[in-house]
């Protein structure tokens, strides 16, 4: 008798409570890896392939641990990213508040999953063989309810507590901290068309989900870090699988090069600020807005910080009554007015508008002879600088980049 509820409360192995936790981190970590390696670079944005075998492991792992459909799970993502801070868009904080992504992340996960429109239009190359139609879709429940028992049956109720924390773990990490925390605080390497930003130190525990704003910035990359200190184990896996020969790299984000003595800006230089615009327009502030505005001395309070930030933007994200603030603020700073006035023509010269390639390097050299003769010494620097950039090393751009800014 004694045997047997000692069985039932520790379970088959009777394991000890170390056993317990090397067994929830094991877990979890193999979940978080299958979505980032699996639904969201490979199946959702085609950053990389993997050998069929190890594919279904990952597919199959997603079903016992999650039961989140593959097609459902590639639509909702990819429709973030094409309406990205819009009343469309199933996840915005900006749309539905931090706590509501936060904490109820996953009811606005499964209320988007639900559209069929939204399937059709966005799930376009999810798996349709038979055992996603037969099983993984239709029987998506499935797999958690056989996770729990065999959690049950090896480490008995503390299992159903494990369970129950694992079922926990990817709508918290992903679907709240990763959409929610992720669109809302953090730091930029991009100056992306929405609000993401990249969360540290979570890269340990979330496979490199948390450097969002990189990812926003190139999202069919395979590769998620950008910068010598940010840690992406997802990355480091998918070259550890290419090594073995089961993994093959698409897409990474093209590196950002400098060419010196360039008098006028040229092909490359379009290329340039076509593929790493994001890239050149963070630069841009940093290297432009912000010494300006420390020249004139008004980061000492009289400028809050969220007007501070608004400068990066053009003042995009601020309310209609601090966009006011900040325009008021403007007007009274003639060069701190000019740089932004030029940082907004910059940004519309990456966004396509009808103009072939020839007429977008006419504006570019427009814009770089005009910056040039501003009087303003960073927005001059900045100018002849942009003329000499360039596509560096062999990473691929895509060819919709490559073809728009051929001659």
Not at 145 to 156: M, R
Not at 166 to 187: D, E
Request: proline residues 3%; charged residues 20%.
């Amino acid at each position: 008798m004694l045997d047997l509820l000692s069985y039932a409360a520790r379970g088959l192995t009777q394991a000890s409570w170390m056993a317990w936790l090397i067994y929830f981190v094991v877990m979890t970590q193999a979940t978080i890896t299958a979505v980032t390696l699996y639904l969201h670079r490979s199946q959702a944005h085609r950053g990389v392939d993997f050998h069929p075998a190890v594919a279904h492991v990952f597919r199959f792992w997603c079903w016992l641990t999650t039961g989140m459909v593959t097609r459902q799970w590639i639509a909702v993502h990819r429709k973030h990213h094409a309406k990205c801070e819009t009343a469309e868009d199933p996840h915005s904080p900006q749309v539905y508040g931090i706590r509501a992504v936060l904490w109820r992340g996953v009811d606005l996960y499964k209320k988007a999953a639900a559209d069929a429109g939204d399937l059709a239009t966005y799930g376009v190359g999810a798996p349709d063989d038979w055992i996603e139609r037969h099983l993984y879709a239709r029987w998506s429940a499935a797999g958690p309810t056989l996770l729990a028992l065999i959690s049950l049956g090896l480490f008995g109720v503390v299992g159903i507590a494990l369970w129950a924390l694992q079922m926990a773990w990817i709508p918290f990490w992903a679907a709240g901290v990763v959409n929610g925390l992720g669109h809302w605080c953090g730091y930029r390497n991009f100056e992306t068309a929405d609000t993401s930003a990249n969360l540290v130190p979570w890269g340990l525990i979330v496979g490199g989900e948390e450097l969002h704003n990189n990812h926003h910035a190139f999202p069919s990359s395979a590769k998620f870090s950008q910068r010598r200190f940010e840690f992406d184990g997802g990355w480091m896996l998918i070259c550890l699988l290419r090594r073995l020969g089961l993994a093959q790299v698409r897409r990474v984000a093209p590196a950002l090069g400098f060419r010196a003595h360039v008098e006028q800006p040229d092909a490359e230089t379009v290329k340039a600020l076509l593929a790493q615009r994001c890239r050149i327009l963070h630069d841009y502030v940093v290297g432009v807005i912000a010494p300006t505005l420390r020249a004139e001395r008004a980061v000492d309070g009289r400028l809050p910080r969220r007007l501070r930030r608004g400068l990066a933007s053009g003042g995009r994200w601020l309310d209609p009554v601090l966009r006011g603030e900040l325009s008021a603020f403007l007007h009274q700073r003639f060069r701190l007015s000019t740089v932004c006035e030029f940082r907004a023509r910059l940004a519309g010269l990456t966004e396509r508008n009808g103009r072939d390639a020839q007429a977008l390097l006419e504006e570019l050299k427009r814009w770089c002879a005009e910056a040039e003769m501003s009087q303003v010494r960073a927005l001059a620097d900045f100018a002849a600088r942009l003329k000499g950039c360039c596509i560096a090393g062999k990473e691929r751009v895509h060819a919709d980049l490559l073809e728009f800014a051929r001659p």
